[in-house]
């Protein structure tokens, strides 16, 4: 299994690149434990991320630089195929996001 996201700031139409970005796994007692973190590189992506295995995951953002109004953005995701890649994008415009399971 393996784990990448990729960050698009679609007010201006670019990656986003240098955003931290924070993996954590849910432990049986319901706290968040960390895994990972990282920066986008200069095309917005972060990859090659510790496989997480199945279980309730999340991937924060750290989007200050890049929005004014999201100071972070959380996105909560369950692997239950862990033997597959998870993509997890997120895209940021000013006052919205979207995210997705991508390949």
């Known amino acids: 299994m393996s784990l990448s996201t990729h960050v698009l700031d679609a007010e201006v139409g670019r990656p986003a690149a240098g955003v931290p970005v924070r993996l954590e796994s849910r432990a049986p007692d319901g706290s968040w434990q960390p895994v990972a973190a990282g920066r986008t590189d200069a095309d917005g992506r972060l990859g090659d991320w510790p496989a997480p295995g199945a279980g309730v ?45 991508g390949s």
């Open 57 to 101: 995951h999340r991937l924060i953002f750290e989007t200050e630089e890049i929005s004014a109004f999201y100071p972070e953005v959380t996105v909560a995701f369950r692997i239950t195929e862990p033997d597959r890649h998870h993509h997890i994008p997120l895209l940021l415009s000013p006052y919205a996001y979207s995210t997705y399971r």
